[in-house]
């Protein structure tokens, strides 16, 4: 059936009739609640109810992580001895919300804290050497990396030929040999026993500090009993996660939606005014308020800037100059939309006269480096290949790239590996090393591999819906009570996506310039009532042409949110596609 929105096929997600029945019974929840839950792998009555219920006594063991024994004995020496440490983090919105945790608390231990975030441009990712020998002139015999350090095996060798221990807190995926660091917190280990493996940088971090806390209180060191609270610190680890793009499942999940808690609370003076400056009521923020509205203006000062701007921003206790720093976050922002805008035109000119290929990788001596990370992203949503986008620079060529679902770009790497001085990520997402004369291999060789293993993907794009639901069940109390408790969704935990038919238009009406509102009614009279009887409303941005549309025969693809006004929520649904219902 033709789709009128996206010009895509509908593709409906599949789950087990007896096995919803019985976690619907079972836990007492309605069976289209219990159909989301089982279709993203949450099929048992533990797994339901810790997911509805989330809290932070349900998080996975912190000492479980390979070496965090080794880890947490080594800071309680520091603490013992009042050693000065050092926090050495990455430049994204993971990086620099796991410093601000991490150096905090160790501040609040009463070390001296010193910090480094390197600036992208000039340092580039990870530890480097001349940073060692700083820390070290300083008398700095630890240093903690937290969102890097699983590659840098060079440079945690020469710290330990100084005498220096390295704390290595990482999530990225690890090479096969670990380097060799007083200890390696990264729960992608093959040794690590870890129970979650998807957390985010800071929330490796998050985990140490725990850790370290549960000892030191064993221990004795808040003879006082002013032990501090750990549920303070995970806005940061709310924002991070949300940022890094991690799966919002379990212990992310649980983690994430304190965090939100935390953040309503407007406790942190900082994130408090990087909201009120863009118009985000911090009381009522949710996950899309980060992703969309705030992680980008932190990740925009280490893109454009330097991303101790944002790590500024996060620990001050000062509102007049948390407004001027959340003022200039936003306008950094906005630098980046405009250098983002001109280099996503030229890569699209360029994949335009290569034609079909399997993957692309592009370069140019123009692109920011800190930008075409973003660029990559949008250009593999538009044309679901594999994208490596490239700034050649004296001689070498240094970039990131992105992969489509199903397609892991890291492994795709590994084979490509001859070719590069070096690279690291995940699935979807790395950055990569190479000398310009080894572009032409590496091109050839990467589109060998990806042509050869894009022949067992269908990468054709599809919307995806989770199931029909009537009109008349999205409209009980019932309903909305429950999908709250769903939330936060984010990625690897989408909003769910259903389809709506056998309604009645009760009204149709453009708003603003370009937008279309529906407000549906069921055919089903019988169907039960609210205060506002079994109505609801459908927004469908940008789509004002369509007004005339003989909407009742057609099948809706929409998704429900609910949206707060006043104060006061209220369910309404959010047009994604119609097609003509069968």
């Known amino acids: 059936m033709e789709s009128i929105i996206l010009d895509r096929p509908w593709q409906f997600d599949r789950a087990d009739d007896a096995l919803v029945m019985d976690v619907a019974q079972k836990a007492g929840i309605p069976k289209v609640i219990a159909r989301l839950l089982c279709q993203r792998g949450i099929d048992s009555l533990n797994d339901v109810e810790r997911h ?22 080594r800071l309680v ?47 580039g990712y990870g530890l480097n050497i001349e940073n060692i020998k700083r820390f070290n002139s300083m008398g700095i015999g630890l240093v903690i990396t937290v969102d890097c350090g699983i590659s840098n095996h060079q440079e945690i060798a020469f710290a330990a ?54 000892r030191l209180y064993r221990l004795g060191h808040w003879a006082n009993g002013d032990i501090p609270n750990l549920k303070t610190c995970l806005d940061l680890v709310a924002i991070g996660t949300i940022a890094d793009m991690v799966p919002l499942i379990k212990d992310n999940r649980i983690m994430v939606k304190t965090g939100l808690e935390v953040i309503r609370s407007g406790a942190r003076m900082g994130i408090r005014a990087l909201m009120e400056t863009n118009g985000v009521l911090y009381e009522d923020v949710t996950s899309k308020d980060i992703s969309f509205r705030i992680a980008p203006r932190i990740n925009a000062a280490g893109r454009i800037a330097h991303a101790e701007e944002a790590f500024k921003l996060l620990v001050t206790d000062d509102h007049g100059f948390a407004i001027r720093q959340a003022e200039k976050l936003s306008a950094i922002n906005q630098e980046r939309r405009t250098e983002e805008a001109a280099i996503l035109k030229e890569a699209q000119g360029l994949i335009k006269n290569l034609g079909q290929r399997p993957g692309y990788v592009l370069y140019s001596q123009n692109w920011h480096k800190g930008i075409i990370g973003i660029v990559a992203s949008k250009l593999v949503e538009q044309i679901l290949r594999p994208v490596i986008l490239l700034t050649i620079e004296d001689g070498k060529a240094h970039g990131s790239g992105r992969s489509p679902e199903g397609l892991n770009l890291h492994a795709v790497l590994s084979e490509c590996a001859d070719q590069l001085v070096a690279f690291g990520g995940h699935k979807s997402a790395a950055g990569v090393h190479l000398l310009t004369e080894r572009l032409e291999p590496f091109i050839k060789k990467f589109e060998d591999t990806v042509s050869a293993r894009l022949k067992d993907l269908d990468l054709t794009p599809r919307l995806k819906l989770d199931c029909p639901v009537p009109l008349e069940e999205l409209t009980t109390p019932v309903f909305q ?25 009760h009204s ?32 469908a941005w940008g789509q004002a042409d369509k007004a005339a549309l003989e909407w009742e025969g057609l099948e809706l693809a929409c998704t429900p949110c609910l949206t707060v006004w006043q104060h006061q929520k209220r369910l309404e649904l959010r047009l994604q596609d119609a097609r003509h219902a069968a």
């Open 161 to 214: 030929g100084l005498g220096m221990d390295v704390i290595v807190t990482d999530h990225h995926e690890p090479p096969r040999q670990m380097p060799q660091a007083m200890a390696v917190l990264n729960p992608k280990r093959p040794d690590c026993g870890f129970a979650f493996k998807e957390i985010a940088g800071v929330g490796v971090a998050f985990n140490l500090v725990r850790a370290l806390r549960s």
């Open 52 to 73: 509805l219920c989330p809290g932070l006594g349900s998080l996975s063991d912190p000492w479980e992580m390979a070496d965090m024994e080794k880890a947490v004995e």
């Open 508 to 539: 149709s009406k453009v708003v603003g310039n370009s937008h279309l509102k529906l407000t549906l009614t069921s055919k089903n009279s019988s169907g039960p009532k609210t205060s506002n009887g079994s109505k609801i409303e459908v927004l």
């Open 77 to 123: 020496r520091a603490v013992e001895r009042r050693e000065p440490v050092a926090v050495f983090g990455d430049y994204d919105a993971d990086g620099i919300t796991a410093t601000a945790l991490m150096s905090q608390f160790l501040t609040g231990l009463g070390l001296d804290v010193a910090i480094h975030i390197p600036h992208r441009v000039h340092e």
């Open 481 to 505: 009570r429950f999908f709250e408790l769903l939330e936060p969704f984010g990625f690897g935990y989408p909003v769910p996506v259903f389809a709506v038919n056998n309604f009645t238009i």
